[in-house]
Nanobody, 121 residues
Framework: QVQLVESGGGLVQPGGSLRLSCAAS????????????MGWYRQAPGKQRELVAD???????NYADSVKGRFTISRESARNMVYLQMNNLKPEDTAVYYC???????????WGQGIQVTVSS
């Protein structure tokens, strides 16, 4: 069983910054050398959940067009952690942010409980 716990959300003014953290745990992580996939998704009120950024085993990253140049995804593989540095936040970034992982190519994916990010003056 994989568990993901997000932290670092909160209320921030437009133009401000936050860093989200996601800690992954579970027995699978003791028998793999690196995580196949980790990503950040978000869901705003009235909208579908969407990909924000992700990072694959080889280090390749992807970003939603709306966050390119402002957000950066990174990881600390030895600690099973993934981060999302969010700079120059905008009100439209307001959403619940979810961490997602697929530990191996044969694993199902797992979701965190989500963490609120609110950007408002």
């Amino acid at each position: 069983q994989v568990q993901l716990v997000e932290s670092g959300g909160g209320l921030v003014q437009p133009g401000g910054s936050l860093r989200l953290s996601c800690a992954a745990s579970g027995s699978i992580f003791s028998v793999i050398s690196s995580i196949y996939y980790m990503g950040w998704y978000r869901q705003a009120p009235g909208k579908q959940r969407e990909l924000v950024a992700d990072i694959q085993r080889g280090g390749m990253t992807n970003y939603a067009d709306s966050v390119k140049g402002r957000f950066t995804i990174s990881r600390e593989s030895a600690r099973n952690m993934v981060y999302l540095q969010m700079n120059n936040l905008k009100p439209e970034d307001t959403a619940v942010y979810y961490c997602n992982t697929q530990a191996t190519v044969r694993s199902g994916n797992a979701w965190g409980q989500g963490i609120q990010v609110t950007v408002s003056s």
